[in-house]
């Protein structure tokens, strides 16, 4: 019995130390105004306690361009923003390791700015991984996101239904406790009636 | 009377299968090498009949595009939510009355779908010369024609004992 907990203990460590791969987040694609401030983050899942040597990397490659330059670095406690990258005095980093997190912060973005940005982030032990890509797309105006309008319209008008439903049955409800109130009340002033007869033929006698 | 039941909800379950089938598919309008229409369009690039399903393009207008969705779907939630109380009013109603607020959902439907259907003919593909409504849009017409003929149906109609 003993040997067999033994095994399992040992086979599931097994299978649990090959499951160690870091899984890095990003959204998929970021809409952004011309002028206006982006914030991209930078998120991972590992089996793994956050070690203090966490690091964080972030690398962009231009639209059309074929290679990347690296543009950020966070080690050993420290974040480090690339002196001749194309973001030097526009990138801070605002995001906390501790929890996981190593968003940066893009200000002023242009249409130079289009391009893909990639994370990579490594918690070692936990190295294995595959870096996550954000397209980057700056337009002079926000266009509006898909589905937003309709799902707004099916909203309202299904919730004025609702409410409209709602309205119904309350005042189906109101005005039947008044009809029941009132027909108490006739029915209490019916017997008072009868009391005060009853003591005025008393005393006559 | 039974034949009566089976004839109503057979029309208004081919009208529930109209609506559904002109708000999923891709098909309102249609090119030599393209089908299109509310949710992404169909394209044949080279002409060796292979089909790429691509984006509906940003020179659409994206608001318009939306409410024509959003009224097609609410067509389509009416028309079951009118069906579903179709059926409970069988049961609760009570002898020589009438099935009004089936009626009255059904024509909500109707309305959704009327005003989807004239947003989209007015706004989309106004000046293209070279293409042809398709199936969707001609099954949304029908759809709209069989709710309104419903609609006023139940709202005539009166139970008769079962």
Same mark, same amino acid.
């Given at each position: 019995m003993l040997s067999v907990l033994a095994l399992t203990s040992v086979v599931l460590l097994g299978i649990a130390s090959q499951c160690t791969a870091i899984s890095v987040y990003t959204n998929w694609e970021k809409h952004v105004q011309?002028?206006?401030?982006?914030?991209?983050? &930078?998120?991972?899942?590992?089996?793994?306690? =956050?070690?203090?040597?966490? =690091?964080?990397?972030?690398?962009?490659?231009?639209?059309?361009?074929?290679e990347s330059v690296s543009i950020f670095h966070y080690t050993?406690?420290?974040?480090?923003?690339?002196?001749?990258?194309?973001?030097?005095?526009?990138?801070?980093?605002?995001?906390?390791?501790?929890?996981?997190?190593?968003?940066?912060?893009?200000?002023?973005?242009?249409?130079?700015?289009?391009?893909?940005? =990639? &994370?990579?982030?490594?918690?070692?032990?936990?190295?294995?991984?595959?870096?996550?890509?954000v397209r980057l797309l700056v337009f002079e105006k926000v266009p509006v996101q898909a589905g937003v309008i309709t799902g707004a319209i099916i909203g309202v008008v299904l919730g004025l239904l609702i409410l409209v439903v709602a309205i119904y049955y309350l005042m189906r409800f109101l005005v039947a406790r008044r009809v029941f109130s009132l027909s108490m009340r006739h029915g209490k002033k019916g017997k008072g009636k009868e009391g005060s007869q009853q003591r005025q033929a008393g005393p006559s006698k | 009377?039974?034949?009566?039941?089976?004839?109503?909800?057979?029309?208004?379950?081919?009208?529930?299968?109209?609506?559904?089938?002109?708000?999923?598919?891709?098909?309102?309008?249609?090119?030599?090498?393209?089908?299109?229409d509310l949710w992404g369009k169909w394209v044949m690039e080279n002409e060796d009949n292979v089909w790429v399903y691509m984006d509906i393009p940003t020179s659409y207008r994206k608001d318009y595009l939306q409410v024509v969705q959003a009224f097609a779907v609410l067509s389509c939630l009416f028309a079951v939510f009118s069906l579903c109380v179709f059926i409970f009013q069988l049961f609760t109603l009570g002898k020589g009355q009438r099935f009004t607020i089936?009626?009255?959902?059904?024509?909500?439907?109707?309305?959704?779908?009327?005003?989807?259907?004239?947003?989209?003919?007015?706004?989309?593909?106004?000046?293209?010369?070279?293409?042809?409504?398709?199936?969707?849009?001609?099954?949304?017409?029908f759809g709209w024609l069989l709710t309104l003929f419903t609609g006023i149906m139940y709202i005539i109609l009166r139970k008769r004992e079962d």
């Open positions: 011309v002028g206006s401030d982006v914030r991209l983050s &930078c998120s991972f899942f590992s089996w793994h306690w =956050t070690s203090a040597e966490v =690091t964080f990397s972030w690398s962009y490659r231009p639209d059309g361009a074929k050993n406690g420290a974040p480090y923003i690339a002196t001749k990258g194309p973001f030097r005095d526009r990138l801070e980093f605002v995001g906390n390791p501790n929890r996981r997190d190593g968003s940066i912060m893009i200000r002023n973005v242009d249409y130079n700015d289009n391009g893909t940005f =990639t &994370c990579d982030a490594k918690n070692p032990p936990d190295i294995m991984g595959h870096p996550s890509n | 009377m039974l034949k009566a039941l089976a004839g109503i909800c057979f029309l208004h379950l081919t009208t529930i299968f109209f609506l559904f089938w002109a708000t999923i598919d891709d098909a309102w309008w249609f090119t030599r090498t393209l089908y299109t089936s009626g009255v959902v059904q024509l909500i439907s109707c309305f959704c779908i009327m005003v989807a259907l004239s947003v989209y003919t007015d706004h989309f593909h106004r000046d293209e010369k070279d293409g042809w409504y398709g199936w969707s849009y001609i099954m949304a017409w």
